[in-house]
């Protein structure tokens, strides 16, 4: 009798115990809902449909005038190192100062598929193609003539981009004033 006690308490608790887990909801094999990171990206800061041709060329016109250079950053919506950097270059005051009086930012979006490239030409003629993403590039005032590309690989330090590194690049490729 006693045998039989032990086993019938052992299947009523293991049938307790599976209908817990298998509850939706709740124990093992329920979802899991995690906070989402801290700089998941809010909003796109890329845009698709930019003729990037046609932005280079009306930010030349403007580039001659003001003596900037352009700075293309090519990444993606999908990218969370192209929304950090974005964030940066928007948030620190010293970097976003000298930014608006040295340069004119164009966002190049390379797409979101691999098999659906945007802007490869892009890609290749500026030399990125064998970066990470974000990259840079940054062009003269005069032509549009490339002065240099950049991973930013170079520019991170913990889990974003060094204030101090970004702006030392920038300083470092600025036109002379």
């Not at 307790?16 to 979802?31: A, K, R």
């Not at 998941?40 to 930019?50: C, N, Q």
């Not at 003269?140 to 240099?148: C, E, H, R, S």
Request: charge should be positive; proline fraction near 6%; charged fraction near 20%.
């Amino acid at each position: 009798m006693r045998r039989q006690t032990t086993i019938g308490n052992f299947i009523v608790c293991s049938i307790i115990v599976c209908s817990i887990t298998l509850l939706p909801g709740v124990g093992l094999f329920s979802p899991v809902y995690a906070a989402a990171p801290k700089d998941s990206p809010k909003k796109d800061i890329y845009d698709p449909g930019l003729d990037v041709k046609a932005a280079i060329t009306s930010a030349l016109v403007t580039a001659k005038k003001e003596n900037k250079h352009i700075l293309l950053m090519f990444g993606g919506n999908w990218c969370p190192w192209c929304h950090r950097l974005h964030k940066l270059l928007n948030s620190d005051a010293a970097i976003k100062t000298f930014l608006a009086e040295n340069y004119i930012l164009i966002m190049v979006d390379v797409g979101e598929k691999t098999d659906e490239p945007l802007n490869r030409d892009l890609v290749d003629y500026y030399r990125v193609n064998n970066f990470g993403y974000p990259c840079l590039s940054m062009l003269d005032n005069n032509k549009g003539q490339l002065l240099g590309s950049f991973t930013t690989g170079i520019l991170e330090k913990g889990k974003g981009h060094d204030p101090e590194r970004v702006l030392a690049l920038l300083k470092a490729m600025a036109p002379h004033k």
